[in-house]
């Protein structure tokens, strides 16, 4: 079945990025590893290299393996077997290999033992940096610890803790006694921190007494032990001294970081199968509980570097902060990306608006960031304060700029792209997800950029648009999928084989379906329009929500904004919006009116708003995603579903209130 002339219709009203705005260097191209790896394998074009990585995914895979110097205890027979089917591919058949060993125990004796493997602030203005040699005995302390408390090949332990070095510290030590990753998002409460636990069985939970936000303190403790009422399964619970204020303690089950972790500094890494399990991230869907999302020791990692290499020329002289939580995938992802490639990696535990609005510019003035990664989200709720914060700083080491989380608008990136790297520096735009363990798509240095855009898939990634019947199409909004397995796909859902189907494979036969909406345009460059879930239909005009919020937020009063469908009786659906002013601005009807007159005048009047709400702040993501589902079921008075995973669930009320 080929789009109808309505869908065809409804395509042609999605506005692309306009013009080209950055062209890389000859210099800077000649420079690139991904230009090397190509060089390596005698290909020229970066069209050539995609083609051969989806059409020869053994040679590929092996290809990047070798690239990363991945070394193996045991070498692999095979790189990838689907005689189970493609969802359930394995990969590096054969082979034992633990990641750690080639995150730290490989650098051990070489330059890079001394080079920094982690820089540290806190928001009270503590810093400390962390070597390669110095992290690895951290490490192997750690490790020593969990075995003399029974943790055991595949148990579980949970990690609930806020960005000090000592969260990396456990994450390794954790993958490197065969045991199995469960991070936890900070930000949680205690019934989303119990579920996961018990969901995963885990049997150890790593914590903190508490951290800082904006000069409070954040009672960590109290929200584990409360947790740790509805999870039986953890018998043991290791406390990070981070606030120093006194906490409840249970003898016979809490433990002292402190006291526990010291002595031994050598420890042997567990000799893990390739395909062995390395970590369970859960993430939110749109309905039922949480999906455990499972990932293997030559899976996850291999993919984060590959993606550093390839989309953000990641080496070793590189300082990459991210904003992020461990609780999110890319949290682990810079843990395994820059420690398998030798780079630094800085963590900051604190709000980057305290004590004022030019922390994060600080942080990468302070700590000489060479590659600093943002969420849409971020950058619009930092330009509220204007560009003199930005200019305060000396942001001259910067040669990278990143991106992911959501979809951009177009103001926001030519803000972060002028203001911030002064319309010299690439935006390397990033998407796909935990169930990817990085990108499907992805820009990089040796292509040119347009504001929003993304240059394509990343080499290995069978990415394609493909509409309601599964045909490729161009030039045209629809579903993106990928058609060839990858070494980071999920290794399915904890526990739940038949939902991991559901999800991602049922759809169309052996193709990945996203759940997100894609379009190519005439130049090639691919754009992410938002969640295909998310999708409003007014009158036969389908649209994706950023669509309308792009307009939105082009208007000089609006800061942030989230459009959602709701039941019309006469046109099946009406779109409603949420929007957050900038600073300064107040809400009226007047404005309410003509917001809607604009998105009227750019998209068509069958897509003027029925209704604008103003509310302080939308339900988001710790990932930045705003969470229109959450606001449309509050709209109509339904049951949101999980909220865990919202970094700010009092925006929930705030939505309640506006409606």
């Known amino acids: 079945m080929s789009p109808s002339k309505t869908d065809k219709m409804e395509s042609s009203q999605f506005k692309f990025g306009g013009d080209i705005v950055w062209r890389p260097s000859q210099e800077y191209v000649a420079a690139s590893r991904l230009k090397c790896f190509m060089a390596r394998y005698g290909i020229s074009t970066l069209d050539e290299l995609h083609r051969r990585s989806v059409e020869d995914i053994e040679w590929f895979w092996k290809a990047v393996l070798e690239d990363l110097g991945v070394e193996f205890y045991q070498p692999y027979e095979r790189v990838v077997d689907m005689s189970r089917g493609m969802p359930w591919s394995s990969w590096c058949v054969g082979g034992k290999m633990n990641i750690v060993h080639n995150c730290l125990d490989k650098w051990i004796g070489t330059t890079t033992e001394s080079h920094s493997a982690i820089l540290w602030e806190g928001e009270e203005g503590a810093t400390r940096a962390i070597t390669y040699g110095q992290l690895s005995r951290e490490v192997n302390c750690l490790a020593n610890t969990l075995r003399e408390i029974g943790v055991k090949k595949r148990d579980v332990v949970g990690i609930f803790m806020p960005m000090v070095p000592e969260i990396a510290v456990a994450v390794l030590a954790v993958a490197k006694v065969g045991a199995v990753i469960l991070p936890l998002f900070s930000g949680f409460g205690a019934g989303a921190v119990a579920a996961r636990l018990a969901d995963a069985e885990a049997r150890v939970l790593i914590t903190a007494d508490g951290f800082y936000r904006r000069g409070d303190v954040v009672p960590l403790k109290q929200t584990a032990d409360e947790a740790l009422l509805q999870a039986a399964s953890v018998k043991h619970v290791l406390v990070l001294r981070r606030t120093g204020k006194e906490i409840n303690w249970h003898a016979g089950r809490d433990l002292w970081w402190h006291e526990m972790v010291r002595g031994k500094t050598d420890a042997e ?120 914060p930005v200019k305060r700083s000396d942001l001259s080491s910067l040669r990278i700029l990143a991106s992911t989380g959501e979809p951009w608008n177009t103001d926001p990136w030519l803000w972060f792209f ?99 909406w894609a379009a190519i345009d005439d130049d090639g460059f691919w754009y992410i329009l938002g969640r ?64 809607k007159e604009k998105v009227a005048r750019d998209l068509g009047k069958p897509l003027r708003p029925a209704a604008i709400k103003f509310v302080n702040d939308l339900p988001k993501t710790r990932n930045a995603k705003i969470m229109r589902r959450v606001i449309r079921a509050v709209y109509l008075g339904k049951d949101p579903g999980d909220t865990s995973a919202l970094e700010n669930p009092k925006s929930v009320d705030d939505v309640r209130k506006a409606i």
């Open 269 to 388: 890494t567990e000799k893990t199968e390739a395909e062995d399990p390395l970590m369970i991230i859960y993430t939110s869907g749109t309905t039922g509980k949480p999906k455990g999302v499972l990932h293997s020791h030559c899976g996850f990692p291999i993919k984060a570097a590959q993606d550093m290499v390839h989309g953000l020329d990641v080496g070793e002289s590189d300082r990459l902060y991210w904003v992020t939580d461990m609780g999110w995938m890319m949290g682990p992802w810079e843990v395994f990306g820059t420690t398998l490639l030798g780079a630094t990696m800085l963590f900051y535990d604190g709000a980057l608006d305290y004590p004022g609005s030019d922390r994060l510019w600080q942080l990468v003035e302070k700590h000489r960031v060479t590659i600093l990664g943002v969420s849409p989200t971020l950058v619009r709720s930092l330009m509220r304060h204007g560009d003199e």
């Open 532 to 595: 295909s879930d998310d999708t409003i239909k007014v009158a036969g005009k389908r649209v994706g929500p950023a669509e309308i919020e792009s307009v939105l937020v082009s208007h000089a009063a609006v800061a942030e904004a989230a459009a959602i469908a709701v039941p019309d009786p006469v046109k099946g659906e009406m779109v409603v919006c949420f929007c957050v002013l900038k600073q300064g601005i107040s809400e009226d009807e007047g404005l309410a009116e003509e917001l």
């Open 418 to 516: 002028n203001t911030v790297g002064k319309g010299q520096l690439p935006i390397i735009n990033y998407s796909g997800g935990t169930e990817i363990s990085g990108g499907i798509l992805m820009g990089n240095v040796l292509t040119p950029l347009k504001p929003c855009a993304f240059a394509g898939p990343l080499p290995g990634m069978a990415a394609d648009v493909v509409d309601e019947a599964g045909n490729s199409v161009h030039n045209q909004v629809g579903e993106l999928v990928i058609r060839q397995p990858w070494i980071g796909m999920a290794r399915g859902f904890w526990r739940a084989p038949d939902r991991y189907l559901e999800t991602y494979w049922n759809r169309f036969p052996d193709v990945w379906v996203h759940g997100d």
